[in-house]
């Protein structure tokens, strides 16, 4: 037992480490550099509205938790912000002036986080890991939890006695924190903003390990996992189908086509480009993403232009929508799928391209051979066309090579691959 947790230990921190940081980067969150250990999972609550900054763009990550703090966010991960209340407050501590008045009662109907038993809730009483772990066991569903799990941990023996069974349950989940020790829970310290976001993001994250009590009508919930495999090379092939939307993740790669024709001479910087789904976009089993003649629009970035030595003309562009067949709209932030997101014609046009000089020149070389050769004496033609082929055809080898490279040209219909650099989400 210890050694499968150990394993999964280690698996789960180093999973932990190498979150894709494209949605981190995505929040501007202003005391919270890209490198800070809960980067990640702060900019996901943060963009969920599960948790907010100041005025200023400030999260405050090691800042302490109250109860009260930590119960507004639950009710927005859950979907229950709104939640009617009916049910008289029996806290003495609690004015109907209190601005978190609704909400402490909403928790209290729903029997998130309880009061006291001398009737106070004490909302402003800071939270401490093994209390907020308690509250992640209570509103998950039910399972064995073998409690020697703890002894993977130096500090098992400080948690308090009460607490055991609901840590167990919520290791075994994978809804947790140990920063910075992962040989520590440290149940005992106040938990701070930073740890509230882990923990709020991991529940979010297996939302379908809550009790079906506990969530609102509304909250988004994930019904399958699907994939989409039109490159194998994709960094990314999965597909999430909730009761609300259909969401590609980013590192998806999706296969389009020009609706005319483009010429990198004629293109420049803010022109729009169009593209279409000449078939359906569909994941392998069997959800279509984008129904066949959905248009992608984008804009070119930047055209450079061919240069000497056989350098290619290059094209950027951004694909940021898509007009599905319905009328419907979607936003999309993808790039073309090569080399430093750069359209360009392939290595077998440029070798096309100096073959061609190579051999047309060639063919001067053996023409001028002919001439020499048959002038002073036609019976040395023969040699005349083994001295002028190679020497025409070497210099037409480095004539290509150095001649301006090709300018990038795609016919009506011609396909290209794009990379989804953000999710793209697709309504119900």
Not at 291 to 299: I, K, L, W
Request: charged fraction near 20%; proline fraction near 5%; aromatic fraction near 8%.
């Amino acid at each position: 037992m210890k050694k499968l947790f150990a394993g999964l230990m280690a698996f789960s921190l180093m999973a932990w480490n190498v979150l894709p940081v494209l949605a981190a980067d995505s929040v501007k969150i202003m005391d919270v550099s890209k490198d800070y250990w809960a980067r990640a999972e702060i900019a996901e609550v943060v963009s969920d509205n599960i948790m907010t900054l100041d005025g200023a763009g400030n999260f405050y990550p090691e800042d302490t938790v109250q109860r009260v703090e930590f119960v507004k966010s639950l009710l927005k991960l859950l979907s229950n912000d709104n939640l009617n209340v009916n049910i008289k407050n029996i806290f003495t501590d609690v004015a109907t002036s209190n601005p978190d008045y609704s909400d402490i009662l909403r928790s209290q109907q729903l029997g998130l986080v309880y009061g006291y038993p001398d009737r106070t809730f004490k909302p402003q009483k800071v939270m401490t890991r093994a209390e907020v772990q308690s509250v992640i066991s209570h509103i998950t569903k039910d399972g064995s939890a073998d409690t020697s799990i703890l002894n993977y941990f130096d500090d098992a023996n400080q948690v308090p006695a009460w607490a055991v069974r609901p840590y167990a349950k919520s290791l075994a989940y994978g809804i947790y924190v140990n920063y910075p020790n992962a040989k520590e829970l440290r149940p005992n310290d106040d938990l701070t903003r930073a740890e509230a976001a882990v923990l709020l993001a991991r529940l979010k994250d297996k939302i379908g390990l809550v009790k079906e009590e506990y969530i609102g009508p509304d909250l988004e919930k994930v019904i399958a996992i699907e994939h989409l495999n039109m490159k194998k090379n994709a960094p990314n092939h999965s597909v999430k189908i909730t009761n609300k939307r259909n969401i590609i993740l980013s590192g998806n790669v999706l296969e389009v086509s020009f609706t005319d024709k483009f010429r990198s001479e004629a293109a420049s910087a803010g022109q729009v480009v169009k593209f279409i789904a000449p078939q359906d976009i569909c994941t392998d089993e069997g959800t279509v993403l984008f129904p066949a003649n959905s248009v992608f629009t984008g804009e070119v970035l930047e055209v450079v232009p061919q240069k000497w030595f056989n350098k290619n003309a290059r094209v950027y562009i951004q694909l940021n929508e898509v007009c599905l067949p319905s009328g419907k709209t979607v936003d999309l932030n993808a790039k073309p799928f090569y080399r430093n997101y750069a359209l360009k014609e392939g290595p077998w046009m440029t070798a096309g391209k100096v073959a061609l000089w190579t051999v047309g020149l060639g063919a001067v070389g053996t023409g001028a051979g002919v001439g020499f050769a048959f002038i002073p004496n036609p019976a040395k033609i023969g040699t005349g066309i083994a001295i002028g082929t190679p020497i025409g055809a070497g210099v037409g080898l480095i004539t290509g090579l150095v001649t301006p490279g090709l300018k990038y040209h795609a016919k009506a219909g011609e396909q290209i691959y794009v990379i989804l650099c953000d999710d793209a989400s697709i309504t119900k």
